[in-house]
């Protein structure tokens, strides 16, 4: 099947090699040229694009199931495993790869561009090209693209489409992302790590997450609420810095000693929850023959860093049911691979809405809110009080079950929190002296820390 792919993203590149593999016909578009000879990539339209991205278990499964020589590329490129221990005498258990998205899209693209099958087309594409009710390719900077399937792959950005499906669900994160990567010195190792693929603090009003990537490479993030103006100065780089040194997490992955910063301070745009299925207002399928797939379907909150996870997830599902002779009935499929994204990645945004307004209120001032189902993440957290809950927890947290299986525990968590336990604040400064640290770092005041 002559198949187009609107978008050169993971999605797009995962689905492109996939697909060209059982004998189909790709052509993927994207306006973006692809990296230039030096390696170093703008990426311009993709605001994340150089913002920490951790890549989960689910991604590592894709591709070694569909493309094993990626991620051995990938390795090659200097990615690392991220494990946790396993058993007693057992080997440790693969939990992601920590590498940078400029490595991980950079490698992606590489092996789409030579993929017999694939062929990579730059440009804009303007439409999806419609005859007698049915998609019949893409209009690309106003050539004709003629195929039998149109897969939407064009991100949370893209336009391509916009209008034919019902309108999606959506809402602000609540946080806002200003990062900057570091390399480390020579024979110097990563900072501490909480997590088994980032070092993570959070307090009432901020948080600070630390992601190691390749090459000694590493990024420092700062989140903080979205609609928080007084962190806003954070984007120029004596604001930064002085936030940095100052959050004993950072402070420790930054120390001059340990590591020198390698790009700007990279503030990032706004973030949503957003979930748009593939079906019209009406309950149709808009366009026989398109099918939506990524982050075109759904994003989350990054700083679980669930997106590529849930994006290759979505593609599988398709190349399971096109396997199955989808292909035959494109509108039955269209509405099975619907009803799929409904019970299986939907999930994911609705524990995003709830978590995000928790943790909203509770960056505003509130306590946790007993009179309601409690949020995933302060589920996950009782975890330390009562270690046994980590059986439940687990499989949620490494998105092996649904957030639903957490219910199983509510109750049990619901005891702890109504006993006056509260997640313990790690030690560092408040939101407020953190602001000021901010307001006179603009000022050009000294910012010794706080
Ligand atoms: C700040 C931030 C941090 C994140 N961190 C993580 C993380 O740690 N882990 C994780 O798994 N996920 C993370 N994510 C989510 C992840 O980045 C996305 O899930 C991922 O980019 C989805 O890939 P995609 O291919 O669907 O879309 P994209 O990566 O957005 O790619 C879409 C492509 O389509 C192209 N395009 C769009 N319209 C057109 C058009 N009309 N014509 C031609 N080309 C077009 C664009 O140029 C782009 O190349 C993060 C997201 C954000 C915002």
């Known amino acids: 099947m002559r198949i187009a792919i609107a978008g050169a993203g993971p999605t797009g590149l995962f689905a492109a090699i996939a697909l060209a593999r059982r004998g189909h016909d790709i052509t993927v578009v994207d306006r973006d040229p692809g990296p230039l000879p030096d390696g170093t990539w703008a990426r311009a339209g993709v605001m994340q694009f150089h913002h920490p991205h951790a890549f989960r278990i689910q991604v590592v499964e894709a591709l070694s199931d569909e493309a094993p020589e990626v991620l051995a590329a990938l390795f090659e490129a200097g990615a690392e495993r991220a494990t946790v221990p396993g058993p007693p005498d057992a080997p440790e258990i693969a939990v992601g790869v920590r590498c940078r998205r400029l490595v991980f899209e950079r490698v992606l693209r590489a092996a789409a561009e030579s993929e017999p099958g694939v062929t990579m087309l730059c440009g804009h594409a303007e439409e999806v090209l419609v005859d007698r009710g049915r998609a019949t390719g893409l209009r690309v900077d106003g050539h004709r693209l003629d195929t039998e399937l149109v897969l939407d792959a064009s991100g949370r950005s893209g336009r391509l489409t916009r209008g034919m499906r019902a309108p999606a669900q959506s809402g602000d994160c609540g946080v806002a992302y200003v ?9 110097a190792e990563f900072g501490p790590m909480s997590m088994p693929i980032a070092g993570v603090a959070f307090y ?10 390749d090459n000694g490479i590493f990024s420092a993030l700062v989140l903080r609420a979205s609609d928080d103006r ?7 780089v004596p604001a930064y810095e002085a936030v940095v040194a100052a959050v004993p997490l950072l402070a420790a ?7 020198l910063p390698i790009t700007d301070v990279l503030p990032g745009g706004r973030l949503h929850n957003t979930y748009c299925g593939q079906l019209d207002r009406d309950g149709a399928v808009p366009l026989p023959g398109l099918v939506f797939l990524g982050d075109t379907v759904c994003t989350t909150n990054p700083a679980a860093g669930r997106g ?8 599988r599902q398709l190349l399971a049911l096109l396997d199955e002779g989808a292909a035959a009935d494109i509108e039955a499929a269209t509405r099975a691979f619907d009803a799929w994204c409904t019970g ?4 994911w945004f609705d524990d995003h809405v709830d978590c995000d307004a928790g943790l909203a209120a509770r960056w505003a001032g509130e306590d946790v809110d007993l009179s309601r189902r409690l949020p995933s993440d302060l589920i996950g957290a009782a975890c330390e009080v009562d270690p046994s809950l980590m059986r439940v927890v687990g499989p949620y947290l490494g998105m092996q079950a649904l957030p639903g299986s957490l219910d199983v525990v509510e109750s049990r968590v619901r005891e702890i929190y109504a006993s006056g336990w509260r997640p313990p604040v790690p030690a560092g400064p ?10 006179r770092a603009a000022r050009r005041e000294p910012v010794a820390s706080a």
Not at 179 to 187: A, D, E, K, T, V
Not at 230 to 235: D, K, N, P, S, W
Not at 253 to 259: E, F, I, L, N, S
């Open 344 to 347: 299986t990645i939907k999930p």
């Open 308 to 315: 590529v996870a849930t994006s290759l997830t979505q593609v």
């Open 204 to 213: 009432p009003g901020y948080g600070v997450i630390a992601f190691p990537h």
């Open 179 to 187: 990062s900057r990567q570091y390399r480390l010195r020579p024979g």
């Open 253 to 259: 992955w930054t120390d001059p000693a340990r590591a």
């Open 230 to 236: 007084a962190f806003t100065g954070m984007r120029e």
């Open 430 to 439: 408040t939101r407020d002296e953190l602001a000021d640290l901010v307001a």
